[in-house]
Structures are given as structure tokens and as C-alpha cells.
């Protein structure tokens, strides 16, 4: 009836099935017009929203969660590095640097957990970023010791510029932790010398940009499992930064892939992207 005095309706309506399972829709109705304008009838439909909404309601739990990592677990931390600075005016002991390095390790893999329950979600308002400048800032915030970044960049990509900072961060951490020329050791774990003479260089793709570096690189046995959840070949890695970069890359709709460099290091190139100066 609304829709045949000209109104436009769209609410949401639970429907069941014959056996009883609840399909949650949303009702969209608009007025039929003929050629002269005149309403006629109304054209009605059922969209299924069922699979979206159990999305909204998974994402909601993982907001949930993320706050009781960030609150449950920063308040008791904040509180423990508040007292080993205490206890470290009061003495000189190498036990609580093994303390301080472990609470620095809790606070990364926190970060790395938030990271993962909120950067799910894909890009919907990319902006202008350019990525020499992004690079610029990222050297300046990972703890990169005495290693080196090539920036051979001169574009301008359509990004969250957040999320893509993140992603830029975590393979320049990942080269940095991983890439030392002093190779792995007979286990096949890096020697983490602080990113000593390691070069990192970050540049274009045709349709993208790659990061690479002049370390002892990645078996190609073990490529494809790099941006699992967890791996990691440092003693000091979280094993989340490479599937945070997964993430968000897939959340622009970009693809990633690991490869060798042409210093026979690794090399993670990000493709796909759109250029906003094309």
C-alpha cells in the first residue's frame, strides 16, 4: 500500500522455511510506474542478509575482544613494567632485562592481536598516499640497528594510508629481524644481529612495490607458509607480522607474494594496486 502511493520501503524482515530456519532479509518495495508515470503496481523483493549479518555479529565479537586484550591485559602489564623500573633503580641484575624484553614481547604480540581482530575489514575510502614519504616514516619507526633502506619510489597509490603504513612497517621489521647477512643458523633460524649490514629496499612494480632485502632468504620449501599465523624463524619473532600483511593487503584487494631477491635475499611483492597518478 506504500509503495502504491509512491513511497520507496526498505526494512528488515525475518522469513522461515518449511522446516522452520529463520532466514534473516531485508524487504525492499517500490512503486511500478507506467510510461505516462503513473503508479501501476509495486515491485517488491527479499535480499538475503543472513551470511552478512553473522559477519556484522563475528566482527562485533572480535571488537569485544580486541578491548578485553587492550584493557584486561595492558592495565596488569603497565603495572609490571611500572614495578621492574623500580626494581631496576634499586639494582643491577641481568635477570630483569630477561623480564623487560618479555614484557616488550607481550606488548608487541598485543598490538599484533589487535591488529588482526580490527584490520580485517576492506578499504572503502582509499586516499592519495605517497609512498616514499610513507617509507620515510616507517625506517623511522622500526628498530632497524645498523641496517640500510633504498627507497627507489616515485609514485602515488589509493591506500588507507594507516593500514598501508602497517604493512610497510611489518616487512621492513621482517627484513630487518630476518634479512642479517650473518645468515641462519644449522636449525634454520635467523641470527638476529640487530639488522647489522642488512640493505632493505623498497620499490615499484608495474602494478605494485615490492620490499627486499640482501639476507640469506627464505627456503622456497617454506614460502608459502610465511603468512601463516604464528611462523616465524627468530627467536624474538611473534609470527604475526607477515599475516598482518596478508591481511591488509587482501583487504585492499591487492595479492602479495614471497619470492627471491636479486641479492638473493627475500623479496615480498605487493601487486594489484592502484596508482592514483594512472
Given at each position: 500500500?506504500?509503495?502504491?502511493e509512491g513511497e520507496f520501503t526498505r526494512e528488515d524482515r525475518d522469513l522461515s522455511t518449511v522446516d522452520g530456519e529463520r532466514v ?44 578485553i586484550i587492550s584493557h584486561d591485559l595492558r592495565n596488569p602489564l603497565n603495572i609490571a613494567r611500572g614495578r621492574l623500573e623500580l ?116 620499490g615499484e612494480l608495474a602494478d605494485g612495490f615490492y620490499v627486499a632485502d640482501d639476507g640469506p632468504g627464505i627456503p622456497e620449501d ?57
Amino acid at each position: 500500500e506504500r509503495s502504491l502511493e509512491g513511497e520507496f520501503t526498505r526494512e528488515d524482515r525475518d522469513l522461515s522455511t518449511v522446516d522452520g530456519e529463520r532466514v534473516e532479509t531485508v524487504l525492499r518495495a517500490v512503486p511500478y510506474r507506467d510510461r505516462s508515470g503513473a503508479v501501476v503496481g509495486t515491485l517488491a523483493m527479499y535480499i538475503d542478509i543472513t551470511e552478512r549479518e553473522e559477519l556484522k555479529r563475528a566482527n562485533e565479537r572480535l571488537d569485544e575482544f580486541a578491548s578485553i586484550i587492550s584493557h584486561d591485559l595492558r592495565n596488569p602489564l603497565n603495572i609490571a613494567r611500572g614495578r621492574l623500573e623500580l626494581a631496576q633503580d634499586d639494582c643491577d641484575s641481568e635477570h630483569l632485562d630477561h623480564i623487560e624484553r618479555a614484557h616488550e614481547r607481550i606488548q608487541t604480540l598485543i598490538g599484533n592481536l589487535l591488529t588482526l581482530a580490527r584490520e580485517g575489514q576492506s578499504v572503502t575510502e582509499p586516499e592519495d598516499v605517497a609512498l616514499e614519504s610513507l617509507v620515510e616514516s616507517c625506517w623511522a619507526n622500526v628498530e632497524t640497528g645498523e641496517a640500510t633502506v633504498v627507497a627507489d619510489l616515485d609514485r602515488t597509490v589509493r591506500a588507507d594510508e594507516s593500514r598501508l603504513k602497517q604493512v610497510l612497517e611489518n616487512l621492513i621489521g621482517n627484513s630487518v629481524e630476518h634479512g642479517s647477512t650473518g645468515g641462519r643458523t644449522q636449525s634454520g633460524d635467523a641470527v638476529d644481529r640487530g639488522g647489522a649490514d642488512v640493505t632493505v629496499t623498497v620499490g615499484e612494480l608495474a602494478d605494485g612495490f615490492y620490499v627486499a632485502d640482501d639476507g640469506p632468504g627464505i627456503p622456497e620449501d617454506e614460502r608459502d607458509e610465511v603468512f601463516e599465523a604464528g611462523y616465524s624463524t627468530a627467536e624474538r619473532g611473534t609470527g604475526f607480522g607477515l599475516n598482518i600483511v596478508e591481511q591488509v593487503v587482501e583487504a585492499h584487494g591487492w595479492d602479495v607474494r614471497l619470492t627471491e631477491g636479486s641479492e638473493g635475499g627475500a623479496r615480498v611483492e605487493v601487486t594489484g594496486v592502484e596508482f592514483a597518478d594512472d
